[in-house]
C-alpha cells in the first residue's frame, strides 16, 4: 500500500488547531467550574464546541489521502472513502494547477475525476519542493507499471 500526500509534518495547520482548541477546553472546562452557576451552561457549550473543533482537525489531519494498493486508487477524506478507481481505467494523470494542486485523473470513459485527498492539507509541503518532482513520482505510481505521465 502506498500512501500519496496523506498525513505528514507539513500537516502541521491542522495539528496546531487540534491542539490549540484542547488548550481552550481545558481552559473553558476551568473557568465553567468555578463560575456563577448562570454562566455554568456557556462554559460547557465552550468545551464541547472546542473538543468538537479540536477532534475535527485532528481527524483532517490523519484522515485525508490518496491511496494506491492492490491496482486501485483510492481517494478519502476524513476516513471515509470518495471514489475508488482501477489503476488500469487511468489513461492519464496530472496536476491540477493552482494553490491545491489536486490530482486529475483522465478515465478510459472519458471522465474525469479529481482526487480530493490530495488537498489543501499538502499546500506547505509543495512550496519546498517548486520543480515538482514529489509530484511526478506521485503521478508515477498513480498511473501504475509501465505508464506516462503529465506534469
Keep these: 500500500m502506498t500512501v500519496l500526500r496523506g498525513p505528514s509534518p507539513w500537516a502541521l495547520p491542522c495539528w496546531l488547531v487540534g491542539v490549540v482548541c484542547g488548550v481552550l477546553a481545558v481552559l473553558a472546562a ?3 467550574a468555578d463560575a456563577r452557576a448562570g454562566d455554568r451552561p456557556v462554559g460547557i457549550v465552550l468545551v464541547v464546541v472546542m473538543v468538537l473543533a479540536g477532534a475535527g482537525a485532528l481527524a483532517l489531519r490523519r484522515g485525508t489521502r490518496v491511496v494506491v494498493d492492490g491496482g486501485t486508487v483510492t481517494d478519502q477524506v476524513l ?4 471514489s475508488t478507481t ?5 489513461l492519464a494523470a496530472h496536476v491540477a494547477g493552482g494553490a491545491w494542486r489536486w490530482f486529475v485523473l483522465e478515465l478510459e470513459d472519458g471522465s474525469v475525476r479529481t482526487l480530493l485527498g490530495a488537498g489543501p492539507l499538502q499546500v506547505p509541503a509543495r512550496w519546498f519542493d517548486p520543480e515538482g518532482r514529489s509530484d511526478l513520482a506521485d503521478l508515477d505510481v498513480l ?4 505508464a506516462t505521465t503529465t506534469g
Design 30 to 32: 476551568m473557568w465553567s
Design 79 to 82: 476516513y471515509r472513502t470518495v
Design 86 to 90: 482501477p489503476q488500469s481505467e487511468v
Design 143 to 146: 498511473m501504475g507499471p509501465a
